[in-house]
């Protein structure tokens, strides 16, 4: 049951969009300040399921991963009907409001369309794949699988975040190099197969013809500030996901082998968080170093790993997103401990600098 909190956003949304005013805060509030608070009450978990259970026993678990597409396509249009309908919002609370929708539809509805791009089942890959188009990023399922898992800790994937690389810097960044590096990674697959990068196999069709009906049912319900509303929330989602992105492999890489090889993935790859509450939020997803190295392993599984094992974040997600939009001080919080990984992992390593600056070579055969 705790894994249903993201539920919690619905009712508070329909009070800030029937109230206005400083209800409008009930959203990041709930999404950042509550599960902040609850982790320091809740502290960690630090069990291990058995990896082995059958995916019967998993019902619950999936369910709100299932139905949470339906969710979130209602209080996101329903939210663009309210305010075409309505006027005692000012316009600037519409702002507000959407701005609140963005946040359940980054730190929720991108989280769970994360967790079903990874699983094979037709239907859960296509909700995954819905999810993305309601924020308008839908090449963050090709990023991911194809560049992100293969390359992370490299210099090929956009979204690991150097060290001493500022969030709004990677932002930009990230914004700039992704959706060309889907596209080559797409491109680069259907080539192996002897297929045109133009051919309807590619998924970037897929993509535009969602987005596309997305923002063409926005336009339908409120015009085009309706159009306006949907992409500011859409960028607001985008912005929580790339404050998570940024957080889980700060400052982290794979040792460079030579001749265009890295080492293989491992879970100290990755920073990991065992707190209890902000997991139940994001379904586990702060559990990343296993992710990464069990990447096909429902969110209900996911592994925590020790201290000898992994490294530790302090804090969970919600805390840490909001510390990391203040370069200066993320960085004097957070490189002393990217500076503690290597010293454990990597004593051997004396010059970081190429590692710094991604200037290692590209792993071989990367698009």
């Known amino acids: 049951m705790p894994f249903w909190a993201s539920m919690g956003f619905v009712p508070l949304i329909v009070i800030a969009a029937a109230y206005g005013g400083w209800w409008l805060l009930l959203m990041p ?31 619950w678990y999936r369910a709100i991963t299932l139905v949470w597409f339906p969710v979130q396509f209602a209080v996101i249009f329903g939210a663009l009907w309210w305010i075409a309908a309505t006027d005692h919002l000012h316009w600037f609370e519409e702002l507000s409001l959407m701005f609140g929708v963005g946040v359940m539809s980054g730190v929720i509805g991108i989280v769970y369309s994360h967790e079903l791009m990874h699983q094979k089942p037709k239907l859960e890959r296509w909700l995954g794949d819905l999810l993305l188009a ?17 390359y ?76 306006v509303l949907f992409a500011w929330q859409a960028l607001i989602a985008i912005w929580q996901l790339e404050l998570t992105n940024y957080i889980e492999h700060y400052g982290l890489t794979r040792r460079y082998l030579g001749d265009g090889k890295y ?9 990991n968080a065992s707190h209890k509450a902000s997991n139940w939020l994001m379904i586990n997803l702060q559990r990343h170093s296993d992710h990464h190295f069990k990447p096909d392993r429902r ?26 939009m203040v370069p200066p001080l993320w960085r004097r919080f ?23 600056r991604h200037a290692t070579p ?6």
Request: charged content about 20%; glycine content about 8%; overall charge neutral.
């Open 29 to 59: 509030l709930y999404g950042w300040g509550v599960f902040t608070a609850m982790d320091f009450v809740t502290g960690l978990n630090l069990d291990n399921p058995d990896t082995q259970t059958p995916l019967k026993d998993l019902f």
């Open 134 to 150: 309601s924020v308008l990023y839908s090449h963050f399922r090709s990023e991911h699988l194809q560049v992100h898992h293969r």
């Open 152 to 227: 992370v800790g490299t210099p090929r994937d956009p979204v690991t975040a150097r060290m001493g690389e500022g969030f709004q810097a990677y932002f930009w960044r990230v914004l700039r190099d992704c959706p060309g590096s889907a596209l080559r990674a797409e491109a680069a697959m259907l080539a192996r197969k002897g297929v045109s990068a133009w051919h309807w196999s590619n998924p970037f069709w897929r993509y535009a013809a969602l987005q596309g009906g997305m923002l063409a049912l926005a336009f339908s319900i409120a015009g085009w500030w309706g159009v």
């Open 263 to 271: 080492e293989p993935v491992r879970p100290h790859h990755s920073w």
């Open 299 to 324: 969110f209900p599984l996911l592994q925590t790993y020790a201290r000898e094992d992994a490294p530790q974040l302090p804090y969970g997600y919600p805390a840490l997103t909001t510390l990391a």
């Open 334 to 356: 957070m490189d002393p401990k990217v500076r503690a990984w290597r010293r454990q992992f990597y004593p051997d390593i004396e010059d970081w600098s190429p590692y710094d």
């Open 362 to 367: 590209w792993p071989k055969g990367a698009a």
